[in-house]
C-alpha cells in the first residue's frame, strides 16, 4: 500500500490481557516512530526506530511496554497486563530519513474494560 | 478559546473566510516546526513546517508564520472550505526524530 498500514484498527481487551499491535511503514522508510494518543489530546511520543535499532524508548509509559522491528521494516508494539490507563489510539508514524515529516497511519484504538 | 481536559479549543469560521489558528510553542531549542491537520478516525496529516532561520513559509492555500521572539507560530488557511474541518497540531522539535505535539485546536466550517 501507499501509506502506514496499522492493524487491527479497533482492539478490545480485559484488564490484565496482553495485546500487540502491528504497524506496516511505507516501503524503505528507515525511521519508524510509535506515539500514543489519549482522547482529545495531542499525540505523545513513545519510541523510535532507525532501521531495527530502538533509538529512543524515552516515553514508554511502563516496563509493561516493548516494541521491536527486528528486519527494520514492520514493527510491533506489545502491551503486557492491560490496564484502563492504557486505553487509547496508538498511531504509528515513518520517515523516509530522520529530517522529513512523519507520514502517519490511522492508529489503532484500544479499549481496556 | 481555553482546553480544559477533553475540551479542545475550537474556531468557528464561516466558508470562504480566511482561519488563523495559533500555537504557543516551549522549547526554545527548537528548530523545526509542523503542523498537522486530523480528521476524526485518522491519522495526522502534514501541512506545512518551518524552519527555525524562517519567519514564514506559503504552501498552497496555507501559511506558516514563526516569531520566535514571543514562540509563537500561527497557521492561516485561507478560503476555508468545508474540507478544512479538522483538529489542527503543531508540533515542534529540535529534530524530526522526537516532535512534541501541542493539544490541536478544533477547526469547524460553517457552510
Known amino acids: 500500500g501507499a501509506g502506514v498500514s496499522q492493524s487491527p484498527r479497533y482492539k478490545v481487551a480485559k484488564r490484565g490481557q496482553d495485546v500487540a499491535l502491528r504497524c506496516d511503514p511505507i516501503s524503505g522508510h528507515v525511521s519508524l516512530f510509535w506515539y500514543q494518543q489519549a482522547l482529545g489530546q495531542g499525540p505523545e511520543f513513545l519510541t523510535y526506530f532507525q532501521n531495527e535499532a530502538q533509538l529512543d524508548k524515552s516515553g514508554l509509559p511502563s516496563d509493561r511496554f516493548f516494541a521491536e522491528r527486528p528486519e527494520g521494516s514492520v514493527s510491533t508494539l506489545k502491551i503486557q497486563r492491560t490496564q484502563q490507563e492504557d486505553s487509547a489510539v496508538y498511531l504509528c508514524a515513518s520517515s523516509s530519513t530522520g529530517d522529513s515529516p512523519l507520514h502517519f497511519g490511522n492508529g489503532t484504538r484500544l479499549t481496556v474494560t | 478559546g481555553e482546553s480544559v481536559g477533553l475540551h479542545l479549543p475550537t474556531l468557528s469560521v464561516q466558508e470562504g473566510d480566511n482561519s488563523i489558528i495559533n500555537c504557543a510553542y516551549s522549547n526554545s531549542a527548537s528548530d523545526y516546526f509542523i503542523w498537522y491537520k486530523q480528521e476524526s478516525g485518522k491519522g495526522p496529516q502534514f501541512i506545512i513546517d518551518?524552519?527555525?532561520?524562517?519567519d514564514k513559509r506559503q504552501g498552497q492555500r496555507v501559511t506558516v508564520l514563526l516569531n520566535k521572539t514571543v514562540k509563537h507560530l500561527s497557521l492561516q488557511i485561507a478560503a476555508t472550505q468545508p474540507g478544512d474541518s479538522a483538529v489542527y497540531f503543531c508540533a515542534e522539535g529540535t529534530s524530526y526524530d522526537k516532535v512534541i505535539f501541542g493539544p490541536g485546536t478544533s477547526l469547524s466550517v460553517i457552510p
Open positions: 518551518i524552519r527555525s532561520n524562517m
